[in-house]
């Protein structure tokens, strides 16, 4: 099966410009340049042959690599809860977004890697889009050390370690620091959760005792200064074992200034954002609703939206993931998905006790419209930082690329057909998440695929889902860029 888009732009992390694109089976067999709008580009190439293909003219549209979220939670146990999309509805949700690959934390749950991964395989086997995922590494003895390098044979070379959770999900630093040396020796790579988990326990004693239960008191307790401290931390530890370190979901501009200076003098660290940290402050956790906002780490203050979006804008920063992780904000009531009635107990499950509040927010399927609005026509990231944040640089860093994240002969034809004048009121409508809202409700957007292929299927077309539980693959990851 040959299928040939003709006329549309292609926008690449570095360059724009005019091009045809020959899908053939599962990957890109050609890109046929007609007119470079951008320098890097000279000669025009000669016309694809595409005989036998079915043609889609995507003259006016853009079209980019399907985007890539290395950080998602689907089907995360949490309370007495369940993040409510799982590996197919979150998938589903990702590809109207734009985004044809996501990977998932799979939590340490038994004694052996194995056995934790197994256990996220059987979850995952009803993928609609390619995935990986990445290891909790939430507990730490020899016999574990000697198994980290034991996760590469199963496609895993990520790690993630948590500098807060005590009691729970924490690594003290010695073990973070071995942790490090070992990754350093195999091409693998540790990804941080920076907090300060033993001020949050305090400070959240004290609240509750206090008798403070609103959900503001989420962010209350869990201190900017703790995440900033954290980040410098765990890049002076990047510094002092020689290995990378990548930075999950920062959150506050002093983070930002954290990741600069340590960059700025040669340490391999690298940093994330999400959108969530871009547009909503902890005023919003004061609202009627302000469960809703509520994730770890919390939104911060408009100061520290703008010196994200000044990261990203200056490349401090390497990759937006989402950390998608929704429950419903009343799981008391049930809504209509793949018209069947669903309901999963969510927010409400803490309205007496913000610690009781599960943790999380829907963003998969938000990542690209949102970002294409408010970042780029909103001139604060270009159109090739939006590719690049979004797509080619989680690709490299976590050993997908130039399978994924790239338009390029050989590479998987993961497209997206970008229609970037198609306007919406953005909500839940749009989004597919399976909760019961949306952050973004009502949002103008302007810019939102039209078509997205999975390599070379057309999985979304228009409002039409063409996708299917079981069509994702697994995709084993070998050892990243340092970025
Ligand atoms: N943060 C959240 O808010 N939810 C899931 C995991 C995480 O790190
Ligand atoms: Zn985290
Ligand atoms: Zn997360």
Known sequence: MKTLIKNGTLIT??????????????????????????????AESPPLLADSAQVIDASGKLVLPGGVDPHTHFDLPMFDTVSSDDHYTGHKAAAFGG??????????????????????HRKAGKAAIDYSFHMNLTK?????????????DMGITTLKVFTAYNGRLRLDDGSIFKALRITRDNGMLVMVHCEN??????????????????????????????????????AAMSSQADAPVYIVHMNVGGEVDMLKYARERGVKVMGETCPQYLFFTMDHLRRPDGAKWICSPPMRTEKDNA????????????TIGTD???????????????????????KELGKDDFTRIPNGLPAVGDRLPILWTYGVRAGKITANQFVAYNSTNPAKIFGLYPRKGALL???????????????????????????????????????????????????VDGEKWLGKPGEGKFLKRSEGEVL
């Open 409 to 459: 002969p050989g590479s998987d034809a993961d497209i997206v057909i970008w229609d970037p004048e198609k306007r919406v009121k953005y909500g839940t409508a749009h989004s597919r998440h399976r909760t019961d809202y949306n952050l973004f409700e009502g949002w103008d957007v302007a810019g939102m695929p039209e078509k997205v292929f999975l390599r070379g299927e057309l999985i």
């Open 99 to 120: 985004t044809t690959t996501v990977i998932d934390f799979v939590s340490f749950d038994f004694d052996t890697f194995e056995e934790s991964v197994d256990a996220w």
């Open 140 to 152: 730490f003895n020899d016999r574990i050390a000697r198994e980290i390098p034991s996760l590469r």
């Open 13 to 42: 992390a570095s360059e724009t410009f005019q091009a045809d694109i020959l899908i053939e089976g599962e990957t890109i067999s050609g890109i046929g340049t007609s007119t470079s709008l951008s320098a890097g580009l000279e």
């Open 307 to 318: 010196r994200i979006w000044e990261g990203l804008h200056d490349g401090t920063l390497q």
């Open 197 to 234: 988990g033993d001020v949050i326990d305090t400070l959240v004693t004290d609240a509750l005792a206090s008798g403070h239960t609103t959900p503001e008191w989420h962010a209350l307790t869990r201190p900017a200064w703790g995440a900033v401290e954290a980040t410098l931390r765990m």
């Open 324 to 346: 998608h992780c929704p429950f419903f904000f009343d799981g008391t009531k049930p809504i209509m998905y793949e018209g069947k009635e669903v309901k999963i107990p969510g």
